[in-house]
């Protein structure tokens, strides 16, 4: 195997993975760049994790982040992990592009792991070279800060270096490496990997781990691996809701992309929906709808089953007692992720948490409804509830006129709650966000950059999406809908 020499300490590591989980992993080294660019370096995100930017932007550290030079206490390592996708088992994923570099404290005392993608080949690689092409890499980056920005939990880009290697494709495509942080890469296909070819015991140390990495409070639980399930389901009861309030639908929820932390990881096929329809699916490779806009929990919800089938011989050595223990979990996620949507909802629709479910709940899906018969823009649509309780009712009226349905259904609404505290205004304007990363644009400006070298356009979009609540006469264009014809060509591709 090749070495990468050493460079200076960019980061402060303390790498637990690295320590703790010997045989989960397989140490490789990066494979380098010929000639590295920095394209995009997230200052503000270095800054978080305690790294000297102007340091990463110099030439030793775009060396870094090129792979061509390790940072002092790196042990940069791919991590084993077994998937569920689209339904079936592959026992032997893995990181086949990607390595974990290692682990820094950031500036509020939280883990977070330092990785690449689009770093080079490892042991599990497979038949595919190890390699990321520029316009995904630049892709993560932005819906990840997009994401970010809404408040949603996520993994988020460190930076992107062009490679200045040709990335073979359909076509020859330029190649980047991204760096990629994220509270932790567990997935729930790291567990079913253990579970798959090692057993109880790994499975419990893999369990151990993530407990102390996410949820320290259960060490001492006297059930706390069901307790981790449940942890788990709790985060991504709520992770879902926030995808599906601003629209989001991730595209490949593959159990090797449902992380442990909660956080959204791996932005590959993944959109916004702009007209309202809970069938909605972007992934070419996605034809059965498996993973489209309104089946999101349901999968969450069956991946979790794959999380629960692993640490069924921890929870109890009576195999019938561990599965109606971890039945239970699993049955409640339904209840705890419509919860979570209720509140997302109310926030959506300026309501307060505290009035009548069902009445509430039922103005949500009537306004749902009426956006998808109208095929009313999900994202434009709530938006003018906010304008309109914001005393601007003019956007309401120019989407829905004086259609009687909706008329109906605004009095019911405005009966509800026909006032609102400054605070409540400003709860709703921050569920309801002007702009969201659209397909046209992300293209846009992924094309620019890829074909011509142009970031402009990419910059531009970004600085949008970071400030998605006010709205800005200057921004208007970006709040636009795409033509129709374009949405209805529109997919994103897995052949990242
Ligand atoms: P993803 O679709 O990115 O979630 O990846 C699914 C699996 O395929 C993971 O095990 C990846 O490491 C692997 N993979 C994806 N692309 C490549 C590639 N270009 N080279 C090697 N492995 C890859
Ligand atoms: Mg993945």
Redesign the pocket.
């Known amino acids: 195997m090749q070495t990468t020499p050493t460079g200076p300490a960019f980061f402060n590591f303390d790498n637990s993975y690295a320590r703790d989980l010997d045989g989960f992993y397989r140490l490789v080294q990066p494979e380098g760049a010929s000639r590295p660019q920095l394209i995009r370096l997230n200052r503000e995100l270095a800054e978080e994790l305690q790294v000297d930017a102007e340091q990463l932007a110099g030439p030793e550290g775009v060396s870094v982040l090129a792979g061509n030079l390790l940072p002092a206490g790196a042990e940069p390592l791919a991590q084993a992990?077994a998937?569920h996708?689209f339904g079936g088992f592959?026992p032997r994923?893995?990181?086949?592009?990607?390595l974990l570099l290692g682990e820094v404290i950031d500036r509020h005392g939280k883990r977070r792991d330092i990785a690449f993608?689009?770093s080079g080949?490892?042991p599990?690689?497979?038949?595919?070279?190890?390699?990321?092409a520029l316009g995904p890499a630049l892709r993560e980056y932005l819906v990840g800060e997009a994401m970010a920005a809404l408040g949603i939990p996520t993994t988020r880009a460190l930076a992107v270096v062009a490679t200045g290697d040709m990335?073979s494709r359909e076509r020859a495509l330029p190649g980047a490496v991204l760096t990629r942080v994220a509270a932790s890469h567990l997935r729930v296909g790291t567990f079913e990997f253990f579970a798959a070819h090692h057993g109880p015991e790994k499975v419990k140390q893999l369990a151990d781990f993530a407990i102390r990495r996410h949820d320290p409070q259960l060490a001492e639980h006297d059930q706390p691996y069901l307790a981790l399930l449940e942890a788990v389901a709790e985060r991504q009861a709520e992770l879902i809701a926030c995808w599906l309030g601003v629209g989001f639908i991730h595209g490949?929820m593959?159990t090797?992309?449902m992380t442990i932390s909660g956080e959204t990881i791996?932005y590959?096929p993944c959109a916004f929906m702009e007209a309202y329809s809970p069938r909605t699916v972007f992934s070419s490779i996605d034809s059965a709808g498996r993973y489209a806009y309104g089946q999101q929990a349901n999968i969450a919800q069956w991946n979790l089953t794959r999380l629960a089938e692993t640490l069924l011989p921890l929870i109890d050595d009576d195999s019938e007692r561990a599965v109606a223990l971890a039945t239970a979990v699993l049955e409640a996620f339904p209840e705890r992720h419509a919860n979570y949507w209720l509140k997302v909802m109310r926030d959506k629709l300026g309501l307060d948490q505290t009035g009548n479910v069902t009445v509430d709940r039922k103005l949500a899906t009537d306004f749902l409804e009426l956006l998808r018969q109208r095929k009313i823009d999900f994202t434009n649509g709530f938006r003018a509830l906010f304008d309109a309780a914001n005393e601007q009712p003019a956007p309401l009226h120019h989407l829905f006129g004086d259609d009687a349905q909706f008329v109906h259904w605004q009095n019911a609404w405005q009966t509800r709650q026909p006032q609102r505290s400054a605070q409540q205004i400003i709860t709703m304007k921050h569920a309801n966000p002007c702009y969201i990363a659209r397909n046209h644009q992300v293209e846009n400006a992924l094309g620019a950059a890829v074909e011509r070298l142009d970031m402009a356009p990419f910059e531009r979009l970004l600085a949008v999406l970071q400030q998605p609540f006010d709205a800005r006469p200057e921004d208007a264009a970006y709040a636009e809908p795409a033509p129709l014809a374009v949405t209805a060509m529109y997919q994103t591709f897995?052949g990242?």
């Open positions: 992990y998937g996708q592959s994923l893995g990181d086949g592009r990607a993608k689009g080949r490892t599990f690689s497979r038949s595919g070279d190890g390699k990321c990335v490949v593959n090797d992309n791996d590959g897995c990242t």
